[in-house]
């Protein structure tokens, strides 16, 4: 069983940088694949950025050149590092992992807020 728990969310300023994490219970070498997702309100979920079992990574075109996803084995934690955030960046942020076997996992989300 695996279990992810985000945290690093808050309100920041326009410009700023936050860096969120997603603390992972179990084998994270279990996990073929890992992301970050983001929902504002009235909008459908939407990938921000992935990693695959080999490093890959994936972005957004919203957040190509700002945001940077990276990976902690020692520390089974994944992160989202956001930087120059914008207004448009405010909203949920989820972090979501696929297992070898195929099992989908969800984490419960942490608010981003970009807000002066």
């Known amino acids: 069983q695996v279990r992810l728990v985000e945290s690093g969310g808050g309100l920041v300023q326009p410009g700023g940088s936050l860096r969120l994490s997603c603390a992972v219970s179990?084998?994270?070498?279990?996990?073929?694949?890992m992301g970050w997702y983001r929902q504002a309100p009235g909008n459908q979920r939407e990938l921000v950025a992935d990693m695959t079992t080999d490093d890959n990574t994936g972005y957004a075109d919203s957040a190509k050149g700002r945001f940077t996803i990276s990976r902690d084995n020692d520390k089974n934690t994944v992160y989202l590092q956001m930087n120059s955030l914008k207004p448009e960046d405010t909203a949920v942020y989820y972090c979501h992992a696929v297992h070898l076997l195929g099992y989908l996992y969800w984490g419960q989300g942490t608010q981003v807020t970009v807000s002066s």
């Open positions: 179990g084998n994270i070498f279990s996990l073929r694949y």
